[in-house]
């Protein structure tokens, strides 16, 4: 069975890699289509090879932080600082989809690290790791700690949501992306735009606070100008709902 990951990537089966080197070639002249499945626009969206094609992608309108949702896997992200999460470092919490990925493409280093004695991947524990040239693409990796899997609630994003605020200012990234990686993680039973929502909360919170600091003069003006949620191609729009929700919420 070949099964992709949340994000839409990690098919690795070699048949299937056989199959897309044929018909790749011939994909740049099929029409892209939006999440929505419109066609886009010839000049908005001008034929070019298929991996280098439009990625899909949502906006949240009326943010205070300009942010979208991008249909991309964080294992191929080209950014300067990609933000994902690990559940504990325990045997039960096998990587699966972007997450088995990235740990191949950093030749399991994810597999080194998740140690009791190393990370541990407890609720807010933050890792940042500079991937070896050849490795990913993005020029940071931020892993922050979702604690234990079996007891697992959305409302735990909201943590995750003002560290990756804090600690995107502090790394000095404009344009951080961020997954979740939940599904990735092992943990199925909750919807995407639900935990979408919490992280969001933690986000604009943070934000807030920031401002206000800065407003006193008690800190530097936030780095943070926009911000990237990545999601598969089939919970991209319940993401965006989750996001849009939250920013509702906030501005009551």
Known sequence: MIRA???GGGMRKVAVRGILRLYLPFLATVTVLSVAGWPVDDQAAPAVSAPLQKLAELRVSGAPIATRVLVQSPAETDTELQIVCLFASEPQNALHGAL????????????????????????????????PSGTLVARNLLVIGL??????????????????????????????????????????KFGTGEVAEHFYNGILRAARTERLLKEQGASVAPIMQDLTYLAGASHAADTQHGLERALANFSK
Do not use: C, W
């Open 5 to 7: 990951d949340e994000y």
């Open 100 to 131: 088995l990925e990235m740990n191949e493409k950093l030749g399991g280093l994810f597999d080194r690290i998740r140690k009791p004695d190393l990370f541990r991947g407890e609720l807010g524990e933050a890792l940042r790791i500079v991937p």
């Open 147 to 188: 604690g234990d899997s079996a007891n697992f609630a959305p409302q735990r994003m909201e943590l995750v949501g003002s560290i990756s605020y804090r600690e995107a200012n502090l790394l000095g990234t404009a344009h951080p992306f961020f997954a979740p990686t939940i599904l990735d993680g092992g943990v199925t």
